[in-house]
């Protein structure tokens, strides 16, 4: 599995921009800048703004305010699994 | 035909010189670069023989305005898998695979105006740099402040390229502190980065200035709270957690 760590001895926690690249791979386009809302709180964040945890198995974001997971992201061998049931609604701007 | 930011290619290592004991900034040569702007970064990604491989990401320190090649600063930990392989192997003419740019999100571009209000933990000072590099060449007439933390005087990160910055009168101000040793004569902070030092640094500015704050957590949270405080409107400020905890 691979850890999409951005930087050495870093933080336990990071942010949504600190694992842009895997987002954008698994997503397919830049994603630091999408809206999400808390399926928790409600609350709207950017997903650069969201915490990232990078040493559990897999990436797991949470919502700034509550602390609620939203997004889940995990990669085997064979395929990515994108669990965002955390997540009310992604937003992307119609371009 | 300009690559996808996100397909892994190859770059060649064009020149390597160190910035401090233990940071060192590597120039690469990448076929194709779209370009990037000013605090994004790049993923690395190292394979051994075996098909094990590693992947960090490393702010771009040099300015899109930069032709040919980008440059990426690097501080080496002592026991992560990448940086020291970094510091210890690579040699110019080595090719290295990278993808980016990446992110959106903690950046900025002239166009985007200011003033433009800077604090740096360490090596959190890398993206801060492209901008400011950027701003001396094509956004003078943007003021700028860097308010940057360091350990040692030793360790400040371009020390002499801020200091030429500052002097440059052109309406960039860098204020540092250091807050574990100082030299004989040091004038300037002696602390953490706290609210009356952002209060202090920011004056110059006002309150309607855009903030990009980039460091260790604690120093993120700390400086991105006290700004709300002293009155600078949440979606000005931007920021970017990383790096070995303590300062």
Redesign the interface.
Known sequence: MRVPARFEGGDEVLDGNAIAGALAVVFGSEMTEVPERCAHCGTVSLLAELRAYIRAPGTVLRCPACNGVVLRIVETDEATYVDARGAAYLRFERR | MVAS??AWRLSTVASIHDETPTVRSFGLRVPDWAGHRPGQ?V?LRLTAADGY?????YSIASEPERSGEIELTVER???????PFLHEVVVPGDQIEI??P?????VWEAALGGPLFLVAGGSGVVPLMAMLRHRALVGRSTAAALLFSSRHFEEIIYREELDRLASAGDGTSVIHTLTRSQPAGWDGYTRRIDERMLDESLAPLGASARSYICG??ALVETAANALVRLGLPPDRIR???????GS
Do not use: A, K
């Open positions: 930011p996100i970064h993923d491989s590693v992947e960090r990401s930990i002592e026991d992560g898998e990448v940086s993808r980016g990446i992110g959106g999100y903690f260790p957590t920021t970017e957690r990383f790096g070995p905890s």
